[in-house]
């Protein structure tokens, strides 16, 4: 097994056994919504549907980034996400695709276009790479073998820096960037991890090019507590709840919405905080961790969570009396209170 499907499989295994990876303060519970008594709306005609990168989707939901390698569990994981992304019409995206340049056994894990013809799918590697010998050829082969509708750039100094074998090197990325985003076929979507994406990064990323963020704040899976399982300095405990939640970041990203859009993702753990990202600007929600265990178990376990989080996600929309993505998507008229 390679050194880097070996760390997915040591990711996942930290995920499993220590619960507190998880740290449950992704900043949703301080917004509270305007409750409709009349929403003069029939629930079964309220519409969730939206589009995302020209395509349809039944409700604004993406499946982010986790797997991917050169391991048979690994790519079972990703066969179930991306048969259940199908069924039920919403967006995938892959792990850090790294493993299949460097490791040809890994590629088959990333071929999923064969289990979802229709939806979005979006490719991933490391920003950091680029100063590591990546460029177009390697982005070109991460969007051709998953035929992708767009590459996911991962922006992860925090755990590069706690990783014991991390790329720490994110000096003079940006040219490297504007480069691929010039040459790349599909739209380059800048992605953090879990610790969000301010005012300042977005910024950077405009004056390159980029029309795309997922801002991947922090309240939900800690990837500075993940690798202090591998590192065991004691740094990546104290790291653990470094960043910016997703609310605080979709607030940051507020000015830009006429250059850019935005995916809303880290912490998002029902359909509440869905319509939360939403109405604060989200195009899109991303999630992750909450998929991790279904993916392990079967492609109708994960069609059943997303189904959860599509009920939940109708419902409050019903709530608040939107009848449709457009009456939520930046209405800030429907938060009662944001402390
Ligand atoms: C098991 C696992 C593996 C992940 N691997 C990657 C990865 O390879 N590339 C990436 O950009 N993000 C990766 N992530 C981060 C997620 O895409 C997401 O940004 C982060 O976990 C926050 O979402 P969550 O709180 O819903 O888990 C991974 C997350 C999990 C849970």
Redesign the pocket.
């Given at each position: 097994m390679s050194v880097i499907t070996q760390r997915?499989q040591d990711?996942?295994q930290a995920?499993t056994q220590d619960p507190a990876i998880e740290r449950g303060q992704?900043g949703f519970d301080a917004i509270r919504l305007t409750h409709r008594a009349l929403p003069e709306l029939n629930y079964h005609e309220v519409d969730t549907r939206t589009t995302f990168l020209n395509k349809p989707l039944s409700f604004p939901f993406l499946i982010?980034?986790?797997?991917g390698g050169g391991a048979d569990n690994l790519h079972t994981i990703n066969q179930h996400l991306a048969e259940a992304a199908e069924a039920c019409q919403v967006a995938m995206?892959v792990?850090?695709q790294r493993s299949m340049i460097e490791d040809p056994k890994a590629e088959k894990s990333f071929q999923l276009r064969q289990f979802a013809p229709t939806t979005p799918l979006i490719a991933?590697l490391?920003a950091v790479q680029l100063n590591e010998g990546y460029g177009i050829e390697q982005a070109r082969r991460a969007i051709d073998v998953l035929e992708a509708d767009a590459l996911?750039l991962?922006l992860?100094p925090l755990q590069e820096v706690i990783q014991p074998e991390g790329d720490t090197n994110f000096a003079n990325l940006l040219p490297k960037i504007e480069k691929l985003v010039s040459k790349s076929p599909v739209p380059i979507i800048l992605?953090?991890?879990?610790c969000g994406l301010s005012a300042q990064d977005i910024q950077r990323g405009i004056d390159i090019g980029i029309k795309w963020f997922?801002v991947?704040g922090r309240?939900?899976?800690s990837?500075s507590r993940i690798e202090s399982h591998r590192s065991g300095n004691g740094l990546g405990e104290l790291f653990q709840d470094w960043g910016l939640t997703t609310p605080e970041s979709l607030r940051q990203a507020h000015p830009f919405h006429e250059q850019a859009q935005f995916i809303a993702?880290?912490?998002?753990r029902n359909g509440i905080d869905m319509v939360k990202s939403v109405i604060m600007g989200g195009s899109v929600c991303?999630?992750?961790?909450?998929l991790?265990a279904p993916a392990q178990e079967s492609t109708q376990t994960v069609m059943d969570t997303i189904e959860h989080f599509k009920a939940a996600y109708q419902t409050a929309q019903f709530l608040l009396g939107a009848t449709n993505f457009e009456a939520l998507f930046l209405n800030s008229d429907l938060i009662l209170t944001a402390s």
């Open positions: 997915k990711h996942i995920l992704a982010s980034s986790m797997t995206a792990g850090s991933n490391g996911y991962h992860n992605k953090e991890v879990g997922d991947a309240g939900g899976t990837w993702s880290g912490g998002i991303g999630v992750a961790a909450p991790l």
